[in-house]
């Protein structure tokens, strides 16, 4: 039984990494931090969770944790978890942390698009848990900087074809939209009711902070510096992320690489689903799982590929995918705890 | 043309009489104020305003707006609006206030729900706004204390048939729905898109400020103590209300005297829809209208009487009522610059 | 191991029971039946369901399934599952059957608000589903009618306090809200998104099908007739159903008597939770669970009682209470397969 | 005063029409026609029209028609306007056809996607709605063909940057996003309320309709052949299109000759509205209005250009820019009738 804890379970991806150990048939939830709400039950925060009336939020304090947990999730703001990390680890305790702060291997490009890395060892030390890709290397991480949910969907969907050089790398476009909750649970006028419904707007062109993390990635493995043009969008549902991805293929592509490419990478992958040809993933089709879901669509003519993937963006996004690595980390098949069916509604 | 000015322009009720009088055949919108944006254009408050950029957010100064304005609707919150009242009056401004500061004939109800009213001359001259039963006062006053959403849908539904004494005064029940720009523009977690999706909760039952604004006045027009059992509810759209109201009939009532007494009262009202025999409103309805829809149902057997009163919050439930009683104060046609047909999306 | 079949798995309230057979650690599906879709895997019809291609949707025949399956829910329309309950039962198999058809103990009564019954035998026998009410019968049916969604949030409120006299039998009134899923997968203008969206509306005032339901089991715990006021709304969301229901207390209640009578009845009940004093619930704090959540208010001045009651209308109004029921039937904890935990969103 | 019929006034674009119509000062509506509702009021399908009780649907007769209207607008299903143009312009009568039967110039791109056109002489005579774009044959033309919605959206935004070549033709994608309203008021899965709600998906990838309008039109201005990426995807919103556009610039283009472009051919249009450097329309910015907003934002390093517009599907999508056309057919000012100031909500 893995002993976890959360650190900051009063937001939304802290709240559902709640339930998924709650749910986990090999994991026990042993304390839950947060700073806004020392003190109070989590019930408090929120009152949908039932029997939970007893998990009381402390402190973040590396000692006090030090014999109760294995395991620790960080779900604080970026920026924030950088100082705790280290703390933890000394105490022999293992880190899977949901912000930026140890996604980078280079620290000059988190440090252009946060602030200064304070901990650059240890960011040396962690490894990038897109779990598919990463697996071997987050067995026997002691950190993990866990994706982003934009970079997971766009990743999924494009190292296969870059790996494999199915796909140029140059040009590639990700034009991208995620629910309200990607943007947490602290108020601001873009996440009122009024603002967000019934609209539909782009944002941050130009200047997104997810971009150099896909693209450091992408130029490890395609062995080449790769840039993208990366546009998210604000759709009106509370969870879920689609990235609709263009771009060209390398001379003398068949539409049948591209799915041998991606059945290579994926085929034993219980979380990676590839549609078949003609149809295309939904954001309702992956909700409440830790699915991606693959769309593909090749014109042989123009050479123009077009990829669709879906995740719900607290799921694969980032608890799931999460609880996915701690399954791996603990020698757990990854599915563990993960493998709720869930109905379309 | 009357000369207009709004203070509290960057609130949803606002910028909603900005609309409104922007499309006023006879009136002309001469000033803004916001305290927070002063100096600021209402376009970079709310970036849809075509045609806005020279409407520049000012400071509410009596003295300053004495020449420019023969009118000033204050979509304040409420306790802030009572300091600003006489000022205005005072330069002969007429005012239309939409807090609760102007609403009460008595004071002490004021103040159980609110706090120290420290204008109570005025509150005693003001004129509560509800335009088809207030019509009278309302041309000859100089201020008026526009109702609240809530009780413009129940004393509409209800004062027919408690004045013609077809409906039992006690045991009457309302139970109510709002959307969420109800609650205003500043940010809360109840108005954070992810709370209030997909959702949808009953709140402050037992000790909601406007049952003592519904009850004043039920109780002047029943000429007895009034009391009534009040639960709104918040409903996951922007715009909308709905009243679902409760009572029993007097004795030997028939389903036409209501009808009759409905009649009687509204027949030549532009704004107040009574539907035909087994139809109810929707809040898609009366959206984007200054019409209040009612619908009536009577169990003969039980002599339950049940009503259904629709409008939209944002038009007849405050700017557009208040635009009806500018109408009213200044000699128009009630419907003048509110009469515009909208189709049903 | 429960070997289960599920009848009527394209609609709503059939995939949701095929989620909860999957996930359930004590049943097995061993077949799904759609007249609609014959032949057709159920991700065709569902293509968000992973790991379902393999079960093909068959005819809904007693003799085939006679040696594969232990219980049949039946998730068919209502008049539709009265003609294949017999057969089942004949050839031993369970039946929890979802449609109207086997709730009502008067025959009168169903065929008042539905049709002429033809097995008037097996409705004799059939046992009222409300799983915390009913526990006992339920243990031994071989044919459960199981309950209307409206009914459940109703009855799980009301049936303390009339059963303990707390509450008038008399004048009690159900101000009740459903998602848009109640009304099932079947094209309709009602459920098109551009009617049901930003909207919401009373239906059916004076004549829901779902009031002699109610009111006949009211009536056998009163003891006397018990006629109820029922004005069903609909909510645009998909999922959720909340009851505020209002009602006048016998002499000389006081606010610990129904609070004492709740916990009498559902003290030791996994799914009825009495929210503390003061605390309504939502819709989203029961979304996915099978929870009944409930909250009361009591004006000891008045004697006025409001209950607030709020369910996952296709878990505990439908699909989770149906596998409750199977639970109990089979000797399982009631919780078995059902406690999921829920994060808020 | 222009005598105006709507065909097809069942429709979300027909009863947008009669909206639109009903508050214009220049036009009144004289007929409405309607297969499926014919004698019966529009009230009866749209309960929300206020004051339309009269307004009887009637059969599309042309002969009955000649002397009471002098313009129709053809509201109706594509492949079925084509039959009923010519005999309203025979007599006399001008036609607005918003189906894609009279889009195109090329028989051949039509009959490719849709089916064979029956009556060529007057596709060959009709000219493309695109109001800003094709003002001048508008004004003399006697039948027109209204653009699609997404083509408006695609080709406001292009049509200045190919026609000044300052984007490559080559290599354009158009990710594009609309509300459900889009899809009609027909019954679909697509269009269920709980299909679409907390979902987004694209749809049609490599073979909408729409397509071959676009690139006829780019590739007249652009005097070659042009063909998009265009990828439609579904918004659960009810009303709103947005079109996120990715093109490369020619050589040596700076930022203010993109700006410039636009100016050039828009600076004197009412309803394209082009956004300052930095900000970018969302679609509750142009809901309710007849404009189209386009942002732009140019990477000088990559010569990337992209481009967001955005438009309400049924008004300069469809109704708006409908009205639009009559008012240059007759000789009045763009706006008349459309410059109804709306508030953010």
């Not at 939830?29 to 039950?41: N, R």
């Not at 680890?89 to 000059?108: M, T, Y």
């Not at 546009?231 to 991805?245: C, F, K």
């Amino acid at each position: 039984m893995i002993k976890v804890g959360i650190a900051g379970a009063s937001g939304y991806t802290g709240v559902e990494l709640v339930k998924l150990i709650s749910n986990h048939p090999q994991a026990r939830l042993e304390a839950v931090t947060s700073s806004s709400y020392k003190g109070k039950p989590l019930t408090d925060i929120f009152p949908s969770m039932r029997g939970f009336e007893s998990l009381i939020c402390e402190e973040l304090d590396a000692k006090a944790l030090s014999t109760r947990v294995d395991l620790m999730f960080l779900a604080l703001p970026h920026k924030v978890s950088m100082a705790y990390a280290a703390p933890l680890i000394k105490e022999g305790i293992k880190v899977i942390d949901l912000s930026a702060d140890f996604r980078f291997s280079n620290p000059n490009a988190y440090e252009k698009s946060y602030q200064k890395h304070t901990d650059k060892d240890l960011l040396a030390e962690s490894v990038y848990g897109l779990s598919e890709i990463y697996r071997d290397q987050i067995k026997t991480a002691r950190i993990i900087g866990n994706p982003g949910c934009y970079p997971t969907t766009i990743l999924l969907a494009l190292l296969p074809l870059i790996k494999e050089k199915i796909i140029h790398s140059k040009g590639i476009i990700s034009d991208s939209k995620s629910g309200v909750s990607g943007a947490g649970r602290s108020l601001s006028l873009t996440a009122h009711y009024c603002e967000a419904n019934e609209s539909f707007t782009p944002y941050k062109i130009g200047n997104h902070r997810h971009s150099p993390e896909i693209e450091e990635i992408l130029s490890i493995h395609a062995e080449k510096k790769v840039n993208i043009t990366f546009v998210p969008h604000l759709v009106p549902v509370t969870r879920g992320m689609v990235s609709t991805i263009y771009g060209q293929a390398a001379k003398s592509v068949h539409v049948t690489d591209i799915r041998k490419a991606y059945d290579r990478w994926y085929a034993e992958e219980p979380f990676v689903r590839l549609l078949p040809q003609g149809r295309f993933p939904a954001m309702s089709h992956v909700r409440g799982t830790n699915c991606c879901d693959i769309g593909c669509h090749f014109d042989e003519d123009t050479g123009r590929i077009i990829l669709v993937s879906a995740i719900d963006n607290l799921l694969k996004g980032a608890a799931g995918q999460a609880v996915q690595n701690m399954n791996i980390m603990f020698g757990l098949a990854d599915e563990t705890g993960l493998d709720y069916v869930q109905s379309p509604l």
